[in-house]
């Protein structure tokens, strides 16, 4: 059982900044993977990146040299830091995680997601 909750996110101008955290609880010990997904108006849901739990990365090509995700372990969070963010940017945020409950079994967790609105 983990909870994900996020937070950070808020109306922005282009070229703006704004940094996205993920707060988790429960069995965090768990987690494997983290990443984070948006889902713009009238489009399916993407991923936008993800961090394994040794740190490596990686990024969609529309976010790739503007967002940076990165995590916590001994926080339980997981951050994404937004720059020179674009109109294309606006949607819900989704915090998931991968969980690896025993050697066979793996789940995933989500968050209830964060609105980025990014408008002049």
């Known amino acids: 059982q983990v909870q994900l909750v996020e937070s950070g996110g808020g109306l922005v101008q282009p070229g703006g900044s704004l940094r996205l955290s993920c707060a988790a609880s429960?069995?965090?010990?768990?987690?494997?993977?983290m990443g984070w997904y948006r889902q713009a108006p009238g489009k399916q849901r993407e991923l936008v990146a993800t961090?394994?739990?040794?740190?490596?990365?990686n990024y969609a090509d529309s976010v790739k040299g503007r967002f940076t995700i990165s995590r916590d372990n001994a926080k339980n969070t997981l951050y994404l830091q937004m720059n020179s963010l674009k109109p294309e940017d606006t949607a819900v945020y989704y915090c998931?995680?991968?969980?690896?409950?025993?050697?066979?079994?793996?789940?995933?967790?989500w968050g209830q997601g964060t609105q980025v609105t990014v408008s002049s």
């Open positions: 998931n995680a991968v969980l690896q409950v025993s050697i066979e079994a793996k789940y995933d967790s």
């Open positions: 429960g069995r965090t010990f768990t987690i494997n993977s």
């Open positions: 961090i394994a739990s040794g740190g490596s990365t």
